[in-house]
């Protein structure tokens, strides 16, 4: 038997009514950035291809880890599923929410800084909301190459490229995204944050919902980058 929606449980103890969690997620992120009108939501609730249409209770968007901490804890606590949203430039319809309006899309386009750029590191760190063109242009700018490159490039974001283990066009000589991941800050499904920076980790995929920002760890080396992540995005292995 299919689980009704949220608010049809809050009479059992299973969480705030839907106008409650609404007003509390403006709340923690502000009114302008918890979408509920059709036409706010519709760009959201499409994916890249036009085949997976969804409708969404709210689409939410934290302008940083604090915020985007407090909404998650806030909808786990209330039994709200939600669904992580970069780019959108996937096509498996995997940032598209299910069509019963359920679901709060998480979208992490606020949280787009770049944070680091170390020429004597060889490091970038960038959030997850950055674009992978904008990661490798502050490269650039400070002379370095980060390699990872695709045909989204100008959209797709760096929590997206590290989610899926993304390849690209250099995936042959750089490797996979995993690859170049040295460690990652993330905040999981209940809201608690989890760092591994400073420590010289592989990525990993269970338990981890969304990427609130990654660290590439950078040298002169020819054979790859690493990357650190703390929901920013840093770059080893960066060439001159």
Request: contains cysteine.
């Amino acid at each position: 038997m299919p689980r009704p929606p949220f608010w049809q449980l809050e009479n059992q103890g299973a969480g705030l009514s839907r106008t409650a969690v609404l007003a509390k997620l403006a709340d923690i992120v502000g009114a302008g950035h918890v979408l509920t009108t059709a036409e706010s939501k519709a760009p959201y609730e499409v994916d890249e291809r036009q085949l997976y249409r969804g409708d969404a209770l709210a689409i939410v968007r934290p302008g940083g880890l604090v915020e985007l901490s407090a909404a998650m804890a806030l909808c786990y606590g209330s039994d709200v599923a939600m669904v992580p949203h970069g780019g959108n430039t996937g096509y498996c319809g995997g940032a598209t929410p299910s069509t019963d309006g359920s679901q709060v899309v998480i979208s992490l386009e606020r949280i787009n800084r770049v944070v680091d750029v170390d020429s004597v590191g060889m490091t970038l760190t960038v959030e997850a909301g950055v674009t992978l063109e904008q990661a490798q242009q502050a490269a650039a700018d400070a002379g370095m190459l980060l390699p990872l490159s695709m045909g989204s490039q100008a959209s797709c974001q760096i929590g997206g490229n590290l989610s899926t283990n993304a390849g690209g066009n250099r995936v042959i000589r750089y490797g996979m995204t995993r690859d170049l991941v040295i460690g990652v800050e993330a905040v999981l499904a209940d809201g608690t944050l989890i760092t591994g920076f400073g420590n010289r980790i592989h990525k990993l995929t269970q338990d981890l919902e969304l990427i609130a920002e990654l660290e590439l760890p950078v040298d002169h080396a020819h054979n790859g980058i690493s990357l650190l992540s703390d929901g920013m995005m840093i770059t080893r292995n960066l060439e001159h």
